[in-house]
């Protein structure tokens, strides 16, 4: 394999780790829910889609088809993504759930 | 061919015979007595070869892997039972004609007589045991029916469950003593079982099988003690008695006796077993019948009492009472046949069948009355008729026994004093019905004679009873010998059929029993009285008692063992579990095989532990609903990624879809039940139920252990090997789905489809009250379907019918299929539930959710006979390639029209389920009728 | 060079979902452990991918891509029943 080829493949892979991990780290330490939904929508959103990019490439350049299925993966993570946050945004304020101090806003006062 | 034809033909009758209901009780009666006067014509060329002494067997296979065949033979004897099933059934047919009223259902009637007639040509041709049990069987369901004709009367249904459970029961004894003489012999083809006579009487197992045997035999022929039953069945209209209880149903066990003779008589069990329950019949049954006031009643213990002769001359053992036997069956139908009919004439035309109030009809129907009285006569055994004749072989064999000392009066005693009674009791038939003075308050007055041609089949009858009587030789000689051939299965000893032998024993018993008899029955007074004494024991009572006791116990067995708690099912089953495996499970240990075990990577260990601690904390967690739910979906997800991390794609893939189909639809149910329940356990019970659990689970890991570690040469390979060649696609998952075990996942989309279509009758009709706010009290959001949410599903599902379309077409060679594009596809739109609503969603879709079950289940099937049509059996596959640009290669095998059978169903019963789950409270919203 | 990637990866991946149980379990809310169910299954699709890519074999693409579409419905069905009660309705 083109050595430049498996170079980027390597660099998404491991940063779509690093991403997922992120993600990962920040559900797990940040103070209160509005805080944490941040981290996996968004962090690992694109660590997962990183990896997804990085297996496209690699199989694209093993077997000289085209890898459809990654591509389909990758629309229907980041088309869902943000509309599973914000129903569980929206969940979370309808419920009432309580907030960290230091986060800023009281969005169901709007 | 003939005779699977003969057989057949009845039961083609019996469709096609309804359908001249309209048409009147006249069309019905000619379309009926089509097949058996065909299949009359059909036996008649067979005549020469049998009279010669031949037998035709012809066999087709069946099951041959369990000793079943679709073989039919035709000898004498068989021939002999055919012919009274055939010609007397014809008759019974005319009778019927005339005997049932206009607004009766005439059709149910006409078919169930051509389903009993069809059974028991079945039985009487059959030359497979397998094949006769079946038969046999079908002759007691379908005479429960016949007897519960009139189902409106309760002693009609009571008499028809009596006689089914004893004569069920019976066929159950027989089915284990057919499957016994199988068993000795290593086939149940009649002619090795005949051959293997020797062998089956040396058996250890020869009196069990025997015992088994009889027993089956005796109930269906109402031998004491399961004679009760018989009586009972009187409540059917008279022509089904006349049917079942003279030539056809009670003769089956006289039959099966005569059937397996060669192969079970001629032992001390036999004779004693045989000819004592034949002795007690005849005595008891021709006892009671003198103290009948019914008229059937009195014909039905007579018929139990002359069952009970004919066992007691086979119980006998010599051939000459093997011969006397076999006549006496032809003599007993053709005399009770006609009685039964000229009864219900009486019944008929007087409306009642009391004989204390019908007297003196002579007067009113003499033309009636006359041949009532010739075949009562022959009951009698009066000379010049045929009852006189077998009675007299029966009462010379009697005196032929060579028991010890005294017993050897015995038989003679018992034959005079049944004969004494017959005597009283057909005196009585012929004098309290149609002389002894003027007719008491009947319903109907005056009575007159029935309509001409009801007359008839009795007539014919009767006729028969005096030709035979006259010109024995002339009118049955050949047919006997030849049937008496068969039931020997070897050479008949001389016999003579003539009317009188000279004078001797026997005839001096004859006289002595008419006498006796008339005097008896001058003095019947006195005998009414003496038996007044006792006692009347109502059997129906007693059996309804008994049958109510029996179920009263297995209600409150079940009370005990089954009482709703599932965590106890769950015990009970873990315990016998272990009580079964918990020895060899030990001595197994901790077991590696020679493979050892594979190495341990850090996904994996991460995997199962998220894994174990999941299903722990659901089980711990499973007060708290909505936690226990979200654990649930985490093992679920884990055990998806076991699946693809150990290579099952297939498995992961369907693992997941139906992960989330049941996540909805537990939400669907929790939504009505309380968010949180208080702890109901004790905490002995908590830990006594922990403590089995882990047992078994490290009952469950050695066994796996031991299993894994071994290399295992299961029935995989063969999948493996084939997959490709007989299935035409490499991936063997859908393969074995669709092609290798078509029929199973036809029979599961069946159920599947069942199931969703019951789930959606038992709540079309259920309203809910849904809880005013979730568990914290919050009142729940107004925002039904999110905007952002609405607008994101819609191009999600073109996109997701995509993938589903994308992994149904590839599903025959890489992981996926019908079953999980269906699920896939009821998932989308159940997005579209979720996100936009049931009324808007099927507002968009052009029909309800029953046509997509329903036409999923016609393809799935309808693929399956397709193959019949080129000469396959049901579901053989087909393939061929066709090349799909860009797509690639596609297989186009009928397994995939087989698999859009399986997709329609999935996504059909799936969204119905689930659909009918959510309209439980949002009634008004969803317009009738819409789904 | 991939293959190194490949186990660098798979461990932060494997850390990953094991932080995201963390939360599943701490809650303390029912929105907690729904967004920790949702990026576990999404994490689960980067494994899915990287187990293939490590035994170069294509047959589980499709479950990674039905995680995709099932996990998502999974959430907003359970978000939706924490909001309205009635899923479908």
């Known amino acids: 394999m083109n050595p430049i080829l498996e170079a980027v493949i390597a660099v998404l892979m491991v940063s779509g780790g690093a991403f997922t991990l992120a993600g990962a ?56 993504a943000p509309i599973s946050a914000n129903m569980l945004a929206k969940a979370a304020m309808h419920l009432r759930v309580q907030q960290a101090e230091n986060t800023k806003g009281q969005a169901w006062d709007q | 061919m003939t005779l699977a034809l003969v057989v057949l033909l009845p039961f083609l009758g019996a469709i096609v015979a309804p359908l001249f209901a309209q048409a009147g009780r006249t069309a019905i009666a000619i379309a009926s007595s089509l097949p058996p006067i065909v299949a009359l014509a059909a036996l008649y060329p067979h005549w020469s070869t049998l009279a010669a002494g031949g037998v035709l067997v012809q066999t087709h296979e069946w099951l041959p892997a369990i000793g079943l065949s679709l073989s039919f033979r035709l000898d004498g004897l068989s021939l002999l039972f055919a012919l009274l099933i055939l010609v007397i059934g014809v008759l019974i047919i005319l009778y019927a004609r005339y005997y049932l009223k206009k607004h009766e259902n005439v059709g149910k009637f006409y078919s169930l007589l051509l389903l009993f007639m069809g059974s ?118 008279t022509p089904v008695s006349a049917y079942l209880h003279s030539a056809t149903m009670v003769k089956a066990g006289i039959f099966l006796m005569a059937r397996l003779y060669p192969a079970l008589a001629g032992t001390e069990l036999w004779f004693y077993m045989v000819s004592f329950t034949g002795m007690a019949t005849l005595l008891i049954g021709a006892y009671t019948a003198l103290f009948k006031h019914d008229l059937k009643g009195l014909l039905a213990h007579s018929t139990v009492s002359h069952l009970g002769l004919i066992t007691l001359l086979f119980g006998m053992g010599t051939k000459l009472a093997a011969i006397a036997a076999v006549f006496h069956v032809i003599n007993h139908a053709t005399f009770k046949a006609s009685l039964f009919m000229a009864a219900g004439i009486i019944d008929h035309e007087t409306g009642t069948r009391d004989m204390r109030r019908i007297n003196g009809l002579w007067q009113f129907m003499p033309h009636t009355a006359t041949l009532a009285m010739v075949a009562a006569a022959s009951m009698a055994g009066v000379p010049l008729l045929n009852g006189f004749l077998s009675k007299e072989m029966f ?72 030709m035979v009587g006259v010109f024995p030789t002339f009118a049955i000689g050949p047919l006997l010998y ?88 769950v015990l009970l089953l873990l315990l016998a579990t272990l009580a079964v495996t918990i020895v060899p499970i030990t001595s197994l240990g901790f077991n590696v095989g020679s493979l050892g075990i594979s190495p341990i990577d850090l996904p994996t260990t991460v995997g199962s532990l998220i894994l174990i601690g999941c299903a722990l904390g659901a089980a711990a967690m499973h007060r708290e609903r909505l936690y226990a739910l979200i654990l649930l979906s985490v093992v679920g997800l884990m055990v998806a990624l076991t699946f693809a991390r150990f290579s099952a794609p297939d498995l992961a893939m369907t693992q997941l879809s139906v992960e989330v189909v049941t996540i909805v639809l537990l939400m669907l149910a929790l939504y009505y039940l309380p968010s949180w329940t208080p702890r109901e356990a004790s905490l002995f019970r908590r830990w006594r139920d922990a403590i089995i659990a882990l047992v078994a689970g490290s009952g469950m890991f050695l066994i796996t252990l031991a299993m894994l570690t071994r290399p295992l040469d299961s029935i995989s390979r063969y999948f493996l090997e084939n997959s490709v060649e007989g299935g035409g696609g490499s991936n063997v998952v859908n393969v074995i789905l669709v092609d290798f075990r078509g029929f199973d996942t036809l029979g599961e ?44 599903s819609r191009p999600l599902l073109p996109l997701a019918l995509m993938v589903s379309a994308f992994i149904f077409l590839r599903g025959h060679n890489m992981p996926g299929g019908g079953f999980i594009a269906g699920l896939i596809t009821a998932v989308a739109i159940i997005l579209q539930y979720i996100a936009s609503g049931m009324t808007w969603s099927h507002q968009r879709m052009p029909f309800n959710l029953q046509t997509p079950v329903a036409l999923g289940l016609f393809i799935a099937t309808a693929t399956g006979l397709a193959s019949f049509a080129f000469g396959y059996p049901f579901l053989t596959s087909t393939f061929s390639h066709i090349h799909w640009p860009v797509v690639g290669d596609f297989e186009l095998a009928s397994a995939m029209a087989f698999d859009i059978g399986v997709y329609l169903t999935v996504v059909g019963a799936t969204l119905m389920i689930l659909a009918s789950l959510g309209r439980l409270t949002n009634q008004s919203e969803v317009k009738p009728g819409a789904y | 060079m991939i293959a190194i990637a490949l186990k660098i990866t798979i461990v932060m991946v494997s850390l990953a979902v094991a932080l995201n149980v963390y939360r599943l379990v701490k809650g303390p809310d029912a929105p907690d452990r729904i967004l920790a169910l949702d990026s576990l299954s999404i994490n689960a699709i980067a494994l899915i991918l990287l187990l293939g890519i490590s035994i170069n074999s294509r047959l589980y693409i499709e479950s990674a891509l039905l995680i995709a579409v099932m996990g998502f419905i999974g959430t907003v069905a359970l978000a939706k029943y924490l909001k309205r009660g009635s899923v479908i309705e």
């Open chain 2, 749 to 792: 989309i069946t159920v599947l489809a069942i199931a969703a279509l019951g789930i959606y009758a038992m709540l079309r009709e259920t309203k809910l009250t849904a809880p005013p706010t979730d568990g914290q009290g919050h009142p729940w959001s107004t925002d039904a379907h999110p905007t952002i949410l609405k607008q994101i």
């Open chain 2, 482 to 569: 030849a049937a008496a051939e068969a039931t020997l299965a070897g050479p008949v000893p001389e016999y003579h059929l003539t009317i009188v032998h000279g004078f001797n024993l026997p005839l001096l018993m004859s006289f002595l029993a008419f006498f006796l008899g008339l005097l008896m029955y001058t003095q019947r007074q006195r005998f009414f009285d003496f038996h007044a004494r006792f006692r009347e024991i109502d059997e129906k009572a007693v059996f309804e008692a008994a049958v109510s006791r029996v179920v009263e116990w297995a209600r409150r067995f079940i009370e005990v063992l089954e009482n709703g708690s599932l965590q106890r099912y």
């Open chain 1, 25 to 80: 780290i920040g559900l797990a330490r940040l103070q209160d829910f509005y805080s944490r939904l941040h981290a996996p929508t968004k962090a690992t959103t694109v660590g997962v889609g990183s990896i997804t990019l990085s297996s496209m490439i690699y199989f694209m350049a093993t077997t000289g088809a085209l890898a459809l299925n990654e591509g389909l993966i990758m629309v229907f993570l980041f088309l869902t």
């Open chain 2, 395 to 466: 009462f010379a064999e009697s005196l032929n026994l060579n028991l010890p000392g005294i017993w050897a009066y015995l038989p003679p005693v018992v034959a005079t004093l049944a004969g004494v009674f017959a005597v009283a009791y057909s005196a009585r038939f012929i004098h309290d019905v149609f002389f002894n003075g003027k007719p008491v308050d009947l319903p109907i007055y005056p009575p007159h004679e029935p309509p001409r041609y009801m007359k008839i089949p009795v007539e014919i009858l009767v006729f028969a009873c005096v």
């Open chain 2, 120 to 237: 028991m040509l079945g039985i009487v041709l059959s030359s497979n045991l397998l094949l006769m049990l079946i038969f046999w069987e079908l002759t007691s369901v379908v005479s429960f029916l016949l007897i519960s004709f009139w189902n409106y009367k309760q002693d009609a249904r009571r008499g028809a469950r009596m006689a089914l459970a004893v004569t069920g029961g019976g066929g159950l004894a027989l089915l284990a003593g057919v499957l016994l003489l199988g068993q000795i012999v290593g086939s149940y083809e009649l002619d090795d079982v005949l051959a293997a006579a020797d062998t089956i009487k040396a058996s250890s197992l020869y009196p069990v099988a025997l015992t088994l045997v009889l027993l089956g035999a005796f109930t269906k022929s109402a031998q004491f003690p399961f004679h009760f039953w018989l009586p009972h069945a009187m409540q059917a209209p």
